[in-house]
């Protein structure tokens, strides 16, 4: 199968959405597909196409919006390229220009459209408005995404039953909906894959000690992310046990912001701010910690507590659909609904590494679940449903048009 997966971002840029599209093109790629993928360029105003990849990268201009471009909904110089690629299916990623794009591109050559909704937008919405108009705004939201979603995809993608129940409770979509989480190369977190000797170096850059138990938040540092509340349950935390670190990693926004809060609260020594990381690094901060917190109720479902699970490390999640849908609480990870609940679950696996020992041998079952051959092989089922609707689309779509014409001339 020829496969054109369409999306605004891509390798090296880091964040979660990426990280399950490489994900998604090298498990198809491993069972024999062609994988092509056509992206904005985030480092020049250039077409770059590398040839060994199967990478178009279509050129924009910067939006303020971290690191990402908006290009033009349809490059003339990108269709003779994709053309010849001659797709057996679009995976659309996104619902902006390159989105756009696919859907142009798929309606006027004919080619079936498979879309992944990732992001719950309305949680976005303040880094437009402001707080000014978020009302209207939401609303508008509301109507491209479900135009987006019902109006131009052939078969639509949602990970978690939180997006499932809002496309089919609030927008009142009509089309199949595949609930399919997103799966991860999980083998690359397992503990027995990796280079202790690069843990230890880790652990040095840390300043991290044995007797230190530690807490990691991975993600970007932004309002709809939660991390504050991590932050300020830290300083409770630290009065009890002084060896408690919180360790977060990323960039964003609201980086700067932190750090001083973290001064603020004189939490300097306990909370430890990283920035990004390199993708090949990350598994070795999950085996440098204890737990995986994260305190967010924007996420579709959280790559990262995946991560955490395949690398032993026990998440403890805010009370939330998108989390509920892999975590089972007091099996393979814990769950809190306030800052004082979040402290007792710390604080109970900080005093009884026992129980920290059982539920995080239970998080790495469970992430085994989630392997990147399975989520590609409930991908590739929605690529097959999607070709033959549109082949059945495509014959009556003649036998119409015949009817059309019969019923014209005897009229």
Partial sequence: MRIGIFTETWAPYISGLVTSEVMLKNALEKQGHEVYVVTANLDSFKYEYDEKERVLKVPGI??????SRLTSIYPIRAINKI???????????????IGTFARLFAKQYNIPLVHTYHTLYEDYVHYITKGYFNRSSKKIVEYLTKFYCDTTATELIVPTNKIYKLFKEKYKFEKNIH???????????????????????????????????????????AEEKNVEFLIHS????????????LIIVGDGPDKEKYEEYAKELKLDKNVIFTGKSA???MPYYYHVSDIFATASKTETQGL????AMAANTVPVCMRDEAFQSMVTEDLNGLFFETEEEYQEKILYLYEHRDELKRIDKQARIQAEHYSSKSYADRVIEV????????EMENRFGILSKIFKKIKERFQ
């Fill in 83 to 97: 053309k010849s690629w001659k797709l057996d299916v679009i995976h659309s990623q996104t619902e902006f220009a």
């Fill in 279 to 281: 993708w090949k690094d």
């Fill in 304 to 307: 990262t507590v995946i991560e």
């Fill in 62 to 67: 910067p939006t303020g919006i971290y690191d």
């Fill in 234 to 245: 830290q300083r409770e935390l630290v009065n009890k046990h002084d060896n408690i670190k």
């Fill in 179 to 221: 609930i399919i989480p997103t799966g991860i190369e999980v083998e690359r977190f397992y503990t027995e894959n990796q280079n202790e000797k690069e843990i230890e170096n880790l652990r040095k850059l840390l300043k991290l000690n044995r007797k230190d138990f530690v807490i990691l938040f991975v993600g970007r540092l």
């Fill in 383 to 390: 690529y097959q449903r999607a070709i033959k609707e549109k």
